[in-house]
């Protein structure tokens, strides 16, 4: 029982990496549900913190920052987007090119779980899509990783 819920808390802090470590005292398909398990956790809780600090920062930018027309003001610089950095354009063009349901599949395998699920709350994906195609890509790279690392296993007689 403390196994299964070590490869949880792997999952939920490496996410598909974690498959591995589960692997070291679980039977596989139980280290598969474990760290799915820690997997989903870790995405309903970015998605929705991100969501709401999302939410908290426009109010508070709003607030701060009322809208004028025309240009900025000289004295002021002009501020870039964080999701303008090389990690944030890869993103929008994986979203733009594959839309929720690619970027939910190859989003873990690029930018991790958490990131992935950071990244698209800040594109402002919708939620539960983003969640479900999130945990559909996760499961493919769990499974994926699952039985590489069996084939290695295997392949060295590690066990």
Known sequence: MLNFALAVL????LG????????????????????????????????????WLRTRWLLWRSKRRPVT??????NRR?????????????????????GVIGFGIIGPALFGTWGSAMLGTALGLPRWR???????????WCTVMLLASEAVIDAFGLR
């Open 16 to 51: 598909t990496p974690a498959v591995p470590f589960g692997l070291s005292s679980l039977p596989p398909p139980v280290a598969l549900v474990a760290v799915l398990l820690g997997a989903a956790g870790c995405l309903l809780s970015a998605v929705f913190a991100a969501g």
């Open 130 to 140: 983003l969640i479900g195609w999130l945990m559909a890509g996760v499961t493919l």
């Open 10 to 13: 792997a999952g939920f802090a």
């Open 69 to 74: 027309a025309g240009p900025p003001p000289e």
């Open 78 to 98: 002009n501020r870039r987007n964080r999701l303008d950095g090389p990690t944030g354009r890869r993103a929008r063009r994986l979203v733009n090119r594959y």
